[in-house]
């Protein structure tokens, strides 16, 4: 396992999910991490069990939607902690599982505003500071494989986890020689509650989705906790741009 020790991450939408497991599994190898969420109580419930396993992390305040948010949470990182080595784009929404046509204006800001709007906005605040350190630094971006692929009943969803690899590649050639690696991440259906949600509206969904899978199940958080950690890993420094797709073997075929 990579030791991250001396190294701050910051992961968004930490307090659930995918977004807790890379939390957790940071702390595990050494980072500190800074948490946030919308979601006060479990973004603060992620830092307790950090700290209840002897890690070290801090939680704050931060709607992916308002870039001054993401301003206000690197420099709480740096004030805190002085740096900021890592950053995850990882809060997001999974939106309203409606037929292209009846997706409407407001659908289609709101997600634009949480799943696209929150990792450029992210994404500017991190590059500003990792510029600043010779280090540089490492993002890793969550988008899907609904960012890979259509996604049917989502297309707004669809949309913005493709601009978010749009994002993640564009960012990665501007900073290729300023030390700063780009990565996205595209997970296929992963148990978390935004699945969760989408599985209780339409159970007979479940069994289809499991279908599309070759591996026959969803993921766990924890694996695609342990791929973004290995996208961040000082032995993996040559790798940038990259949309690492962990979905069981669904984009092989
Ligand atoms: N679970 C899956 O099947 C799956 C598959 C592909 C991609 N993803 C992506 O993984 C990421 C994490 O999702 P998850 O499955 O862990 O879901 P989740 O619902 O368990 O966690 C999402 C977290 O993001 C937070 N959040 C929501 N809106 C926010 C906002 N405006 N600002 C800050 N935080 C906000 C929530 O409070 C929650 O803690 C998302 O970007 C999602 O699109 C998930």
Redesign the pocket.
């Known amino acids: 396992m990579s030791s991250f020790t001396n190294q701050v991450a910051l992961v968004?939408?930490?307090?659930?999910?995918?977004?807790?497991?890379t939390a957790l599994a940071f702390a595990q190898s050494g980072a500190t991490v800074m948490v946030?969420?919308?979601?006060d109580a479990?973004?603060q419930q992620t830092v307790s069990m950090i700290q209840d396993a002897g890690g070290q992390a801090s939680y704050i305040h931060?709607?992916?939607?308002?870039p001054e948010?993401h301003i206000a949470a690197v420099a709480y990182a740096v004030a805190t902690y002085s740096r900021l080595d890592i950053g995850i784009?990882?809060?997001?929404?999974?939106g309203r599982f409606a037929r292209f046509l009846d997706q409407t204006i407001r659908d289609w800001d709101t997600m634009m505003?949480?799943?696209l709007g929150?990792v450029f906005y992210g994404m500017q605040a991190q590059i500003r500071q990792m510029l600043q350190q010779p280090e540089g630094g490492k993002i890793v971006n969550?988008?899907?494989?609904?960012?890979v692929k259509g996604m049917p009943m989502g297309a707004p969803?669809s949309a913005a986890?493709h601009g978010v690899l749009g994002l993640t590649k564009t960012a990665a050639l501007e900073f290729a020689k300023k030390n700063i690696r780009v990565n996205a991440?595209?997970?296929?259906?992963?148990?978390?509650?935004?699945?969760?949600?989408?599985v209780n509206t339409a159970p007979e969904m479940e069994e289809r989705m499991r279908r599309l899978i070759p591996m026959g199940r969803?993921?766990q958080?924890e694996e695609?906790a342990q791929a973004i950690l290995w996208l961040c890993a000082p032995e993996n420094a040559f790798c940038t741009g990259q949309a690492l797709q962990m979905d069981g073997g669904t984009t092989a075929g």
């Open positions: 968004s939408g930490a307090g659930s999910g995918i977004g807790r497991s946030s969420d919308v979601n479990n973004g931060c709607d992916v939607a308002h948010q784009n990882n809060a997001g929404i999974g505003a949480v799943n929150g969550v988008s899907s494989i609904a960012g969803y986890k991440i595209c997970p296929v259906y992963t148990h978390s509650a935004m699945v969760q949600d989408l969803f993921g958080p695609i």
